[in-house]
């Protein structure tokens, strides 16, 4: 297999995962439809940030990790369930009641709102040890001879996380009309509470999940 013929196949492959539904993508799409798109951008690049630290966690060799013990996977399956669950519940007991205007007093307000999210999506993807597993059965499949594994296998990362960003673009564009017409208090608080219903199904399945 030719360089030119393992990027190709693994934009397919790596384009039709992206586009699979998942927890990422509710948070993305709750993110922009409620909160805006400012924020929801951050919570994208949180999500790509974790995907290139498994990235180079499974380039490094330390993602074999997770596949060879079932206590490091366990422990980090049971803690990301647990923080799925712990947003889900959050939005379900205290949905709010009107979307996230602009913050008028001062940039460094705004900042602060837009960090949080972005440490969301960097946890909820950090937490998950199907991510890391995943990178280390897909990513070597696609190194071709030749070349060097590690940076390559970053390399294949990096593309996965571009292919999310602009997934999460495409998806962010599109609920903008979402969040300028379903305004309503009660919408607000019913989407919140479905959403955190779906977080806590995605963290049973992880809490279900085996290596």
């Known amino acids: ?86 947003l889900g519940v959050g939005l379900i007991r205290k949905p709010r009641a009107a979307l996230a205007l602009p913050d008028t007093r001062g940039e460094a307000t705004v900042h602060e709102g837009s960090m949080v999210w972005l440490r969301r999506g960097l946890f909820t993807n950090l937490l998950n040890p199907k991510v890391g597993v995943f990178y280390i059965t897909l990513l070597p499949q696609f190194v071709p001879g030749g070349v060097h594994v590690a940076s390559y296998t970053f390399l294949l990362a990096a593309l996965h996380v571009v292919l999310g960003l602009l997934w999460s673009v495409a998806l962010i564009a599109a609920s903008v009309p979402l969040g300028r017409t379903l305004s309503r208090p009660s919408f607000v608080r019913a989407l919140d509470r479905l959403t955190g219903c779906v977080f806590i199904v995605f963290g049973a399945r992880l809490a279900l999940a085996r290596r």
């Open 1 to 86: 297999m030719t360089i030119t013929q393992s990027l190709l196949t693994f934009l397919i492959a790596a384009g039709v995962l992206t586009i699979t539904p998942g927890a990422d993508t509710v948070m993305v799409l709750r993110t922009a439809t409620l909160e805006g798109p400012r924020r929801a951008v951050f919570a994208a690049l949180g999500i790509g940030l974790g995907c290139l630290v498994w990235g180079a966690a499974v380039a490094l060799g330390l993602g074999a990790l997770l596949a060879a013990s079932e206590l490091a996977f366990t422990g980090l399956k049971w803690a990301g369930a647990a923080y799925l669950v712990w």
